[in-house]
């Protein structure tokens, strides 16, 4: 992981792009001033943000605005922080494990499960997360069983307000069902630079 961060004036891009999507404060309350970010009850979470956020929390922050205001997702459908324990039973030394976003179909399923790194972390196919993150959970624990996409995701730093600049790799899990499988195939997206979600038919 990389040890640097983004600079005072980087977070300022993001607390403009967040505010400019966000402007009533229906989902975020962001204070670029103060550099605090909290979420209203309108977000699903496990667990409370509030505070001064991490690099990684203003990207998360920026992609879900972008969900909610220009890819027509509706708040109820997605949660973050989604927790799940893996290694057996919590006081036998289970590990917690948290997905960063996840999406649900109409009928309530776990359709997409999102791993989001700050742009410093992200390193591409061979990042180590993609199996621990995303092909772990789906292929081990039973609500994530029905994901039908797994993308890792971040965002370079908006340089105006407007922006959205993504950075995007998806997997098809119809293709790929394990992350042996996927090393198999060559770890070969399935989708780049663009969000399976970007397409409205999908959210009638």
């Not at 590990?95 to 399923?109: L, P, S, Y």
Request: hydrophobic letters at 30%.
């Amino acid at each position: 992981m990389s040890k640097s961060k983004f600079s005072d004036e980087e977070r300022v891009c993001f607390y403009d792009a967040i505010l400019f999507l966000d402007p009533e404060k229906e989902f975020v309350v962001a204070d670029k001033e103060s550099d605090t970010l909290s979420y209203t009850d309108k977000i699903k979470s496990e667990e409370k943000i509030t505070g001064r956020p991490s690099d990684e929390e203003l990207t998360r922050c920026l992609i879900l605005l972008n969900l909610f205001k220009n890819y027509g997702y509706k708040p109820q459908d997605i949660e973050i922080e989604n927790t799940f324990a893996i290694g057996g039973r919590r006081q036998e030394g289970a590990r917690a494990v948290e997905t960063d976003i996840v999406i649900k179909d109409k009928n309530g399923q776990i359709e997409i499960v999102c791993e989001v790194k700050r742009i410093h972390d992200y390193t591409g196919t061979g990042d180590s997360s993609i199996k621990k993150q995303l092909f772990d959970p789906y292929n081990n624990i039973v609500k994530y069983n029905s994901a039908k996409y797994l993308f890792y995701l971040s965002l370079n730093v908006p340089l105006t307000k407007e922006q959205f600049p993504l950075n995007c790799i998806g997997i098809d899990t119809s293709i790929s069902k394990t992350y042996e499988d996927w090393s198999k195939q060559g770890k070969t997206p399935h989708l780049v630079g663009r969000l399976v979600w970007a397409q409205p038919s999908r959210r009638k």
